[in-house]
């Protein structure tokens, strides 16, 4: 006997009331929309730090967790869209993470728990896309002017100022065209990158190739589990959800086409930037290859316009995606601010949305400026952030939701990924948080220098 429909937590009714939904969570876009949503909150500038990834794998284990990452994550990306659909069709459309989580596992301290990570990795990234968005402006000054005045904080607040006028666009629909062109800017850095790597691989003045590993087997151990959380924070999205909140319903089967577009980006751009870094410059590949390419004590190992532009990409890539990664916060502002009963563009709600959304953009911004360590942080948010989002629990919501039995192959391998990246984010989080604290003493506030 069929057991009853589940009652919705968030019924229509609640959600018709809800100006976060309703403005920044729009529902009109298409499944290619959806795509351009999740190349850019997937496909930024954190895949030049590939090759310093596999400087703590090597050529072998690289190459894997590469590959079964992006296999993981498409293949959990995918359930949790299967989930999605299912609320859908049982009447509970749901279009927030948080309570979608709510929902499935009947805990409310789920839903702390999701809004508190989503949270942590949103505003990280709005932080971290403000910083190297400043480093880019950095470089191209002190190439222009080498003896000029001016500092990383002052380039930041320019980037924070830009953000600011951006962070107006009312909805995450509204980002579509930005999103598309994230998409092209992406594909651009990512072939002068592979080009230029492969011309400094050829040149007179190529480094010497060492792919050796560390000697200490602990601290083999360490850069590992480091890597590996720097994989996953790279292929981590952690608002699928929300991307699919934009797309007009019904939703069947538009987010599976809107993933495959966005993974053929991944396979052309992932493994062109990680092999071709690694390849010229082994372990001894920078946190980000841009800056192995531009080295302090010697000239340029490529053609300075290719870089040039390459920095302007990257530079124009990290404002889209610091609008994506926003859109949370917005919609959790607005859906405590904003009158639905109001039009989007009412005094009443332009107002709010201004001030608010410009004292977090400024939050970011401040944050950007003072702590410009953030190439360590990046392992620790993979590690802590990602891996529980978009590892571990679409896994535990499909399973919970389809229930499929014990001795299924689906549901041996859900649990099976689920043990195998618990054990890797807690090592990976330990490993993080010790380079974190090896690093400590090169750390300074609004320091000029970004620390990798």
């Given at each position: 006997?069929?057991?009853?429909?589940?009652?919705?937590?968030?019924?229509?009714?609640?959600?018709?009331?809800?100006a976060g939904a309703a403005f920044?969570?729009?529902?009109?876009?298409?499944?290619?929309?959806?795509?351009?949503?999740?190349?850019?909150?997937?496909?930024?500038?954190?895949?030049?730090?590939?090759?310093?990834?596999?400087?703590?794998?090597?050529?072998?284990?690289?190459?894997?967790?590469?590959?079964?990452?992006?296999?993981?994550?498409?293949?959990?990306?995918?359930?949790?869209?299967?989930?999605?659909?299912?609320?859908?069709?049982?009447?509970?459309?749901?279009?927030?993470?948080?309570?979608?989580?709510?929902?499935?596992?009947?805990?409310?301290?789920?839903?702390?728990?999701?809004?508190?990570?989503?949270?942590?990795?949103?505003?990280?990234?709005?932080?971290?896309?403000?910083?190297?968005?400043?480093?880019?402006?950095?470089?191209?000054?002190?190439?222009?002017?080498?003896?000029?005045?001016?500092?990383?904080?002052?380039?930041?607040?320019?980037?924070?100022?830009?953000?600011?006028?951006?962070?107006?666009?009312?909805?995450?629909?509204?980002?579509?065209?930005?999103?598309?062109?994230?998409?092209?800017?992406?594909?651009?850095?990512?072939?002068?990158?592979?080009?230029?790597?492969?011309?400094?691989?050829?040149?007179?003045?190529?480094?010497?190739?060492?792919?050796?590993?560390?000697?200490?087997?602990?601290?083999?151990?360490?850069?590992?589990?480091?890597?590996?959380?720097?994989?996953?924070?790279?292929?981590g999205n952690g608002i699928l959800?929300?991307?699919?909140?934009?797309?007009?319903?019904?939703?069947?089967?538009?987010?599976?086409?809107?993933?495959?577009?966005?993974?053929?980006?991944?396979?052309?751009?992932?493994?062109?930037?990680?092999?071709?870094?690694?390849?010229?410059?082994?372990?001894?590949?920078?946190?980000?290859?841009?800056?192995?390419?531009?080295?302090?004590?010697?000239?340029?190992?490529?053609?300075?316009?290719?870089?040039?532009?390459?920095?302007?990409?990257?530079?124009?890539?990290?404002?889209?995606?610091?609008?994506?990664?926003?859109?949370?916060?917005?919609?959790?502002?607005?859906?405590?601010?904003?009158?639905?009963?109001?039009?989007?563009?009412?005094?009443?709600?332009?107002?709010?949305?201004?001030?608010?959304?410009?004292?977090?953009?400024?939050?970011?911004?401040?944050?950007?400026?003072?702590?410009?360590?953030?190439?360590?942080?990046?392992?620790?948010?993979?590690?802590?952030?990602?891996?529980?989002?978009?590892?571990?629990?679409?896994?535990?919501?499909?399973?919970?939701?389809?229930?499929?039995?014990?001795?299924?192959?689906?549901?041996?391998?859900?649990?099976?990924?689920?043990?195998?990246?618990?054990?890797?984010?807690?090592?990976?989080?330990?490993?993080?948080?010790?380079?974190?604290?090896?690093?400590?003493?090169?750390?300074?506030?609004?320091?000029?220098?970004?620390?990798?």
């Amino acid at each position: 006997m069929a057991s009853p429909p589940k009652p919705d937590a968030f019924p229509a009714p609640r959600r018709d009331a809800d100006a976060g939904a309703a403005f920044v969570l729009e529902s009109k876009g298409e499944w290619w929309h959806a795509g351009f949503h999740l190349t850019t909150a997937i496909v930024g500038p954190t895949i030049l730090a590939l090759p310093y990834a596999f400087r703590g794998l090597g050529w072998g284990l690289g190459f894997l967790c590469l590959t079964a990452m992006g296999v993981v994550t498409f293949y959990s990306y995918l359930l949790m869209s299967k989930v999605l659909e299912h609320c859908e069709k049982e009447g509970r459309r749901h279009i927030r993470f948080r309570e979608l989580a709510a929902d499935v596992l009947g805990s409310g301290w789920m839903f702390y728990f999701v809004i508190f990570i989503q949270t942590a990795i949103n505003t990280g990234i709005g932080i971290g896309a403000i910083l190297l968005a400043g480093e880019c402006l950095q470089i191209m000054y002190s190439n222009l002017s080498p003896n000029g005045s001016l500092k990383l904080y002052e380039f930041i607040a320019m980037v924070t100022a830009v953000m600011i006028v951006l962070s107006q666009l009312p909805t995450f629909h509204s980002l579509r065209h930005i999103n598309l062109g994230s998409l092209f800017l992406s594909l651009g850095y990512t072939f002068l990158v592979v080009g230029a790597c492969v011309h400094a691989g050829l040149s007179k003045n190529a480094p010497p190739r060492d792919y050796a590993l560390e000697s200490s087997e602990s601290a083999r151990i360490f850069s590992a589990f480091t890597s590996i959380s720097i994989i996953a924070a790279i292929y981590g999205n952690g608002i699928l959800p929300e991307i699919q909140a934009t797309l007009a319903p019904p939703v069947t089967g538009k987010m599976v086409k809107g993933l495959l577009m966005c993974y053929a980006v991944i396979f052309v751009t992932f493994y062109s930037a990680a092999v071709s870094g690694y390849w010229v410059f082994g372990n001894k590949s920078n946190s980000n290859i841009l800056k192995s390419l531009l080295p302090d004590d010697g000239p340029a190992l490529a053609p300075t316009w290719v870089l040039g532009m390459g920095v302007v990409f990257v530079l124009l890539q990290l404002f889209a995606i610091g609008l994506v990664y926003s859109q949370v916060a917005y919609e959790i502002m607005e859906s405590q601010s904003a009158d639905v009963k109001q039009g989007i563009f009412s005094m009443r709600n332009l107002i709010p949305r201004i001030i608010l959304r410009t004292l977090y953009v400024v939050f970011c911004g401040f944050m950007a400026a003072m702590l410009p360590f953030f190439g360590d942080i990046n392992s620790v948010v993979g590690a802590i952030g990602f891996i529980p989002l978009d590892f571990v629990l679409p896994m535990v919501l499909y399973n919970k939701t389809f229930k499929p039995t014990k001795s299924s192959l689906t549901y041996l391998l859900n649990i099976s990924i689920i043990i195998v990246f618990t054990g890797a984010g807690l090592m990976g989080a330990f490993s993080s948080i010790r380079k974190l604290i090896l690093d400590a003493n090169q750390f300074k506030l609004f320091s000029s220098n970004v620390v990798d």
